[in-house]
Structure formats: structure tokens, C-alpha cells
């Protein structure tokens, strides 16, 4: 079955021609004008994938306020970003919000399909037990690779799937030092060194929610991070 691509985009021209390059590509698409004809969409069937534009028409923050409701929804569906606020404020935002991807719209087709792609292989990986266990357990954690779900003492910690397979970069060599490079590698993340900073300071601030003495991802300055272990 064709894996379901949800676009929301009030530009028609460019909506249409996003969703005309994914369905070449072999994906179904669902193609919204703005936030509020998506979520009734989204009520009814929540899509394999989003990608959502920041500004929806009037709404000029309606991306944002979507992709708050959509992770609400679901702790694992991929979001990505595709937008043409290029601030770094804007970037943050978004991944704080619970997306796993940030793209502009400079950015070519081709590049788009690769990152969609990217981050759907990351779900297959879980459907995949000959190249990954299914649960990882390191101490208190727990990491679930057939669900995507983390656990902290047996408490849920709700990570979205960049946060998640970057925890699993981490945890699977503790004390083994992972540089920024690694981790977009292994994660299937392209950014620069703001956002894997922003991504860390997320992660950890989920597990103190769960556990206010957290503190098992240590930064080694100059180098990368590490599971302590």
C-alpha cells in the first residue's frame, strides 16, 4: 500500500506542483489549503508523513499551531518543515514544536523526496529485526524499535522519531563519543550545528520531565555527545 503524504500549503500553484512530484514518485497525496480543513482530515486519518508550510493564508503562525496539534495526536508521524521563513528563530520553533525536519523552499524536488524518503526509513527500520533489535535497554532506558516508543524508569517519554533514533545513536555505545556528524548521519538528519543543539536540549528536557536528576547525555566540548552509561 502507497504510503499517504499529507501537504499543507495555502499556495495552490505550489501545493500542486509538491503534490504532483510526490505521486510520480509513488505516494498518495492529501492536499490542504490551510490548518483548519487539515484537521478535520487529519480527525478522520492521521497521514504516514506531514509536510505542513508555516504561514496558512491569514493565519501566519498556522503551521506551528498545526504541528502542535499533530504531534498531540501522534508522538511518531514525521513532520517536516517546508517553508520560506529561513530565520533561525523560526527553525528552533519548529523543532521544539515536535517536527523532524526543517526545510526551505529553495530546496529542489529531488532533495524533498530524498529527506521524505529518509525519514520513512526510519519507520521501515522497526520492520527490519535482521539489521535492529527490537528493544535496546540501557539502565532505566527502554527503547522499543518496533513501536518507537521510549521508556525512562518505566515512564513514557514522549520523543519524536528524529529525537528517538538519536537517543538510539547514543545509547546503543554508551561511554562512545558521537560528533554532530554522526549523529545527522545515523539519525537521517541534515542540519547544521544549531538544530543538533536544539534537538539535544529537547531530549534532555523530556527525560527531566520524567526524571529531574536526567543526566546520562553528556557533552563533551569540541567533540560530540555520549551516553554516560
Not at 101 to 122: H, M
Not at 154 to 167: R, S
Request: glycine share 6%.
Amino acid at each position: 500500500m502507497a504510503r499517504r503524504i499529507a501537504i499543507v500549503e495555502d499556495d495552490a500553484a505550489i501545493r500542486n506542483n509538491y503534490a504532483d512530484a510526490l505521486r510520480r514518485h509513488g505516494y498518495e497525496v492529501a492536499a490542504h489549503a490551510g490548518r483548519a480543513e487539515a484537521m478535520t482530515a487529519f480527525r478522520s486519518r492521521l497521514p504516514d508523513l506531514a509536510v505542513i508550510d508555516i504561514g496558512l493564508g491569514e493565519d501566519v503562525d498556522g503551521g506551528f499551531d498545526l504541528c502542535r496539534e499533530l504531534r498531540a495526536m501522534s508522538a511518531s508521524l514525521p513532520i517536516i518543515f517546508l517553508t520560506a521563513r529561513d530565520s533561525e528563530l523560526d527553525v528552533v520553533s519548529g523543532l521544539r514544536l515536535g517536527a523532524d525536519d526543517y526545510l526551505t523552499k529553495d530546496v529542489s524536488l529531488p532533495q524533498l523526496v530524498a529527506r521524505i524518503a529518509a525519514l520513512f526509513r526510519r519507520v521501515e527500520v522497526a520492520r527490519a529485526p535482521e539489521q535492529a533489535e527490537e528493544i535496546l535497554e540501557r539502565g532505566p532506558l527502554k527503547l522499543d524499535l518496533k513501536r518507537f516508543v521510549a521508556r525512562w524508569n518505566d515512564q513514557p517519554v514522549d520523543l519524536t522519531l528524529t529525537e528517538f533514533w538519536m537517543v538510539h545513536t547514543l545509547a546503543k555505545f554508551p561511554g562512545h563519543v558521537k560528533d554532530r556528524e554522526q549523529l545527522m548521519r545515523d539519525a537521517e538528519l541534515v542540519v547544521d550545528d544549531a538544530t543538533i543543539t536544539s534537538h539535544i536540549k529537547r531530549i534532555r528536557k523530556k527525560f527531566a520531565t520524567v526524571d529531574t536528576a536526567f543526566d546520562e547525555i553528556e557533552t563533551v566540548y569540541g567533540m560530540g555527545y555520549r551516553w554516560r552509561g
